[in-house]
């Protein structure tokens, strides 16, 4: 048979759109040519496939040879064709069945000895398989990430050979297995809550925003334990659903990135550096890749000296929190990621580190604090500032909470607020918010009162009344009550700040 197809898969964002290559052998003079609209890494592929197939003691046909990458107007890069192209030239030229290559997608790249070579993102393609019940040829070293995927069938190979022998029935090769790894298994044993000292005021707002789902703001003189409050933050996180874990393992195998399999359902953490680009923390260049907020999927990203970020940088982020995905555009192509994450951002409340510090007038605080925009803070559910700790804090031997305590409650909150209705309480709409936190006539005229005094927004107002409703659940109260409010509004800190210096 001279034709032959192939299926394989592209890469587009978390996508994995199906390409069939289509191999077609005519006389004339030899001639290797690849259409359908690929970039130099896929031109590129001739000569592996050329080389693998040599080496492999395939014969390599003496005719004109087309390939054609449909469907046509999809951009196909990098070297994740090899494989099916070098399938496809094997059974056009008759030394493979036609019929033994329907229900398999193929995906590698080359080496010029036909060993094949690992490619990224194999979780969405092997995902958009499995929906479309086909089994998959997979590099040797994309193995272990291939193992998370529990849906679909799939084979790990080392050559082309390999692949050739099985397909044609001469030597079978074992299906790959799932990973299975257990909720006790996904938390780190070398953080606890319990190694921070004091700050318990501090500890309570992270069990909100762990139960609730909310953004956190630490402000705080330097050496308060901001950064080591956020690092144990996963710690007091139920572990990932698979559904959710997946999610965030795609994004991983975009760029490459293994992810340990004994503890992939631990929530992601992610710290990028203060001199990062708005592409790196939101994501984009030329050919579009996930930026931090992606990787922080599901998780918590951390941003440690928060007025040190560029303000455009910082505001690219306003879009995203709302949202939980990010859209880069570009001419060629448009690309969305998924950036469902927490943020705990944490600042010292002033350049000399403190606001009462001599070295710096209101004024000087101010022009500090104004390199975060008020946009960017009305989105931060809570705002807590964390004293300095004493001495007797600093030498005490007591023993306090452990991150598994804290969970265990974070865990039912959760749990409550799924059952009733269906998501997290930071990710209620303004309609569901009239269902599920009705406010009581007392609690409502209070919130109206402090409304009006703390002028705020509108946004802020529904996270004030978000926050409650997480407090009431960790309280086990049905209703909000005044003191779940009470509580909630207490957590302004950076508005508090702000209207002591404007005094």
């Not at 319990?194 to 318990?200: D, F, I, L, T, Y």
């Not at 592409?279 to 990203?301: D, F």
């Not at 569901?432 to 002028?455: F, N, P, S």
Request: overall charge neutral; hydrophobic content about 40%; charged content about 20%.
């Amino acid at each position: 048979m001279s034709l032959a197809k192939i299926y394989t898969r592209a890469q587009v964002g978390v996508d994995a759109p199906l390409v069939t290559v289509e191999v077609h052998l005519s006389n004339g003079l030899p001639a290797f040519n690849i259409v359908g609209l690929p970039e130099a890494s896929v031109k590129e592929s001739k000569e592996r496939v050329r080389c693998a197939l040599a080496h492999c003691h395939f014969l390599f046909p003496e005719q004109r040879i087309t390939v054609n990458l449909a469907p046509a107007d999809l951009p196909k890069q990098g070297g994740r064709y090899d494989l099916a192209i070098a399938i496809g030239i094997i059974v056009a030229s008759g030394q493979l069945n036609h019929t033994q290559t329907e229900g398999y997608e193929f995906y590698g790249e080359l080496a010029l000895t036909g060993e094949i070579r690992e490619v990224t993102a194999i979780i969405p393609a092997l995902i958009a398989a499995a929906n479309a019940q086909r089994c998959c040829y997979i590099p040797k070293a994309n193995q272990m990430m291939a193992s998370l995927v529990s849906s679909g069938v799939r084979k790990s190979v080392l050559s082309l050979r390999d692949v050739w022998l099985d397909l044609g029935g001469q030597q079978a090769l074992p299906f790959d297995e799932h990973m299975e790894c257990s909720d006790e298994d996904q938390f780190s044993a070398h953080i606890d809550m319990n190694e921070v000292k004091g700050q318990a005021v501090a500890k309570r707002v992270l069990e909100i925003a762990a139960a609730g789902g909310h953004n956190v703001l630490f402000l705080g003189p330097p050496g308060t334990g901001k950064s080591m409050l956020a690092q144990r933050m996963p710690t007091i996180m139920p572990p990932m659903q698979i559904d959710q874990a997946l999610e965030t393992a795609s994004v991983y195998s975009l760029i490459g990135k293994n992810i340990d399999p004994s503890q992939w359902r631990q929530r992601p953490f992610r710290s990028p550096h203060h001199t990062c680009s708005a592409v790196a923390l939101v994501g984009g260049s030329s050919t579009p890749k996930p930026g931090e907020i992606s990787l922080a999927h599901n998780g918590i990203l951390f941003l440690d000296e928060l007025p040190e970020y560029e303000r455009k940088v910082l505001d690219s982020l306003r879009e995203p929190m709302e949202t939980g995905m990010v859209n880069i555009s570009r001419a060629a192509q448009q690309v969305d990621f998924p950036a469902r994450f927490q943020l705990i951002a944490a600042l010292n409340p002033s350049p000399t580190g403190c606001h009462n510090d001599k070295r710096s007038t209101p004024e000087q605080v101010l022009r500090y604090l104004s390199k975060v925009s008020g946009p960017f803070i009305d989105r931060i559910d809570l705002q807590i500032e964390l004293p300095r700790l004493s001495t007797a804090e600093l030498q005490s031997k007591a023993e306090a909470e452990s991150s598994a305590c804290i969970r265990g409650r974070v865990e039912q909150a959760r749990l409550v607020a799924l059952s009733r209705q269906g998501k997290d309480n930071a990710q209620l709409s303004s309609k569901e918010l009239d269902r599920y936190c009705v406010l009581l006539d007392g609690v409502a005229d209070y919130l109206a009162k402090a409304t009006e005094k703390l002028h705020l927004s509108p946004r802020s107002y529904h996270r004030v009344v978000k926050v409650a409703r997480t407090i009431a659940d960790l309280n086990r109260h049905q209703d909000i009550m005044l003191t779940d409010l009470k509580e909630a509004l207490s957590y302004r800190a950076f508005e508090r700040l702000l209207s002591q210096l404007t005094r």
